[in-house]
């Protein structure tokens, strides 16, 4: 017999995003470089022009490009969150 959440866990071994949520990622990029270091890290309009957390997600979940550069900066961040602490 085997564990559903074994099965869960091997279906996206190497996914790293796998179970966390865009508005998670939204969320912890905002607390941890606020919008206008996100403007300057990725200039698009949903973060220089009026940036909120709504619109923010609405834009990234139409725009494949966009919402690859937000996930690459949040793992190349969260790689680093805690080591100089």
């Known amino acids: 017999m085997t564990d559903s959440k074994n ?7 190497k996914d ?15 607390a941890s ?7 300057e890290l990725i200039p698009i309009n949903c973060f220089k022009s009026n940036p909120s957390l709504k ?3 609405t ?6 490009w966009a919402r690859a550069k937000v996930e690459t ?3 190349k961040s969260k790689a680093n969150w805690g080591k100089y602490k």
């Open 55 to 57: 619109s923010s997600l």
């Open 73 to 75: 900066l949040y793992l």
């Open 33 to 39: 470089y606020g919008w206008e270091k996100l403007a």
């Open 16 to 30: 790293p995003l796998h179970g966390i949520s865009l508005k998670e990622v939204m969320t912890q990029l905002k």
């Open 7 to 13: 099965d869960t866990e091997r279906k996206h071994p």
């Open 59 to 64: 834009f990234l979940r139409k725009t494949p």
